[in-house]
């Protein structure tokens, strides 16, 4: 009977980490080139004979390498990925890869972020503007252009976020092993004047949450239901003396 209760024990744990992780995933279905958060669990078998007990591990997270929609904004530095890449920025937790591409330039020329944070080239350094050039026009490959002249060029980066990552912002995710740079491939580039959405879809998520909090609530049911049974069997026996 204590077996019965650790494995819904062990179903609560794994619950409550979907149950944060489709939440997180339904408070950013409008943020900007956000990625769903997923959440994958392994069995673990507690002994081999006939009685072995069936438990579930805490889950590992991953990110969904699904792309989402693209919006067209007309923003003169706002800017969508194409393919499987992602666009990176030095942050004071090192570097972070995102697919939003909202960007602003410095008086000094500087490219950022919203928040600030220097956008990298291909190479790993910020990426640096003719302050009196006034706004880039921008090209499939990343290059900027100013006045005619290439002043610049926006990395793209390939990055596969490891097991259990960790988010920066609403839509960052920091880079664990330094990002590969992308160059000189025809089935990835970038697009000015639009931006890429959340790849959430708030209805299915949803559903999701509705369903896992459900199973949550039965699981918790089933305990108590099965600490009844224990003390009621603990009582009996107490008093059979």
């Given at each position: ?16 980490k979907?149950?944060n992780?489709i ?10 080139g ?36 693209v919006?067209?904004?007309?923003g ?7 393919g499987?890449?992602?666009?990176a920025a030095?942050?004071?937790?090192g ?5 939003d591409?909202?960007f602003k ?9 919203l928040?600030g944070?220097a ?15 006034g ?7 990343g ?7 290439q002043?610049g ?15 920066y ?20 580039g970038?697009i ?18 509705i369903?896992v ?24 026996l107490?008093?059979?003396?």
């Amino acid at each position: 009977m204590e077996n019965g209760i650790y494995v819904a024990l062990s179903s609560q744990v794994a619950l409550e980490k979907r149950l944060n992780t489709i939440a997180h995933n339904v408070a950013n279905s409008n943020t900007t080139g956000f990625r769903a958060g997923k959440v994958r669990f392994d069995e673990v078998l507690n002994g081999v004979t006939k009685t072995s007990s069936s438990f579930v591990t805490e889950g590992k997270s991953y990110v969904s390498p699904m792309s989402g929609g693209v919006e067209e904004t007309g923003g003169k530095l706002d800017f969508a990925v194409q393919g499987d890449v992602w666009f990176a920025a030095e942050t004071p937790v090192g570097t972070v890869v995102t697919r939003d591409g909202r960007f602003k330039m410095q008086e000094t020329g500087e490219l950022v972020t919203l928040d600030g944070h220097a956008v990298l080239d291909a190479g790993g350094a910020p990426v640096q503007l003719d302050p009196a050039g006034g706004i880039p026009r921008a090209g499939r490959d990343g290059f900027l252009i100013q006045n005619g002249v290439q002043t610049g060029a926006i990395g793209l980066f390939e990055y596969q976020p490891t097991a259990d990552f960790r988010r920066y912002g609403n839509s960052g995710i920091i880079a664990e092993t330094p990002p590969e740079p992308v160059v000189d491939r025809s089935d990835v580039g970038l697009i000015q004047g639009y931006l890429e959405e959340s790849n959430v879809n708030p209805v299915d998520e949803m559903s999701k949450l509705i369903m896992v909090h459900r199973t949550f609530d039965n699981i918790a049911a089933l305990i108590r239901d099965s600490e009844g049974s224990l003390e009621e069997a603990i009582k009996t026996l107490g008093g059979s003396n």
